[in-house]
């Protein structure tokens, strides 16, 4: 197994024809994992790193690639300890997941669009962030990403991804075969760490982009969180 360069392998999650019951399987277990191994702990931490510099009550918050939603529940449940008040919004392009987002019956917005052709119910967001989203697409996609990113939000943007390494793949595709459920899981986990980023080649997306102003942080387990103020 050769990770020291990027797969563009298509995960199955990328495909439109998913039955609903095998997509609900996956969100189900995606926040499993994303509780156990982490994943919203990072996400908490980088909601951390702008909250101060906005003054309450206008914080505004938002998801591309949201998914079920999972992750935004995350952060209500993290802002609730703090007594800080947020609006949440979550976008992705999967009627099927939207749907899912909001059988919660939560207050948050759920908004079912193509990132890139998103409509704001209000002003832009303060602060737009992207979990396990990233590594979905190609570097010059990802360029394209952040200069959207830079223009879409107020004040900042972050990123929680994947560290490209061999004890990642190894792990997860071990832990997937022994636990999941779901033959979405099982393929695409480990797939997702082979199309994971080194801390270089994120350093060159954001400077081919034009960003500057951003700080990276290796993460356990095994990702990056790369937060970005505007100057």
């Known amino acids: 197994m050769n990770l020291n360069t990027k797969s563009y392998e298509k995960e199955l999650l ?14 189900r277990e995606l926040n499993t994992v994303n509780t156990f191994l982490g994943g919203h702990n990072i996400t908490c931490k980088g909601v951390d790193h702008f909250i101060n510099s906005i003054p309450a009550p206008s914080l505004t918050i938002a998801e591309i690639g949201c998914g079920g939603g999972d992750n935004l529940f ?3 449940k993290h802002l609730a300890k ?4 947020a609006k949440l919004t979550g976008v992705d392009i999967k009627r099927e997941c939207i749907a899912y987002a909001q059988e919660s019956g939560s207050d948050i917005e759920w908004i079912c669009s193509d990132y890139r052709t998103v409509k704001w119910s209000g002003e832009k967001p303060d602060v737009i962030f992207l979990s396990l989203f990233c590594h979905h697409f190609t570097d010059d996609e990802l360029v394209a990403q952040m200069q959207w990113l830079k ?3 107020r004040v900042g943007f ?3 991804d994947l560290h490209r390494h061999a004890l990642a793949y ?15 899981v099982k393929n695409d986990a480990p ?6 980023f080194k801390k270089s080649e994120w350093v060159k997306i954001l400077s081919d982009a034009g960003i ?3 700080r990276i942080k290796w993460q356990w387990a095994f990702r990056y969180l790369i937060c970005v103020n505007h100057e």
């Open 14 to 27: 990328d495909n439109d024809d998913i039955p609903y019951s095998d997509l609900l399987i996956n969100l």
């Open 74 to 76: 995350a952060i209500k």
């Open 82 to 85: 703090k007594q800080r008040k």
């Open 151 to 153: 223009v879409n939000s």
């Open 158 to 160: 972050f990123i929680n």
């Open 170 to 184: 190894h792990s997860i595709k071990i832990m997937t075969k022994l636990f999941s459920r779901s033959y979405l």
């Open 191 to 196: 797939l997702s760490v082979k199309r994971g």
């Open 212 to 214: 500057k102003n951003y």
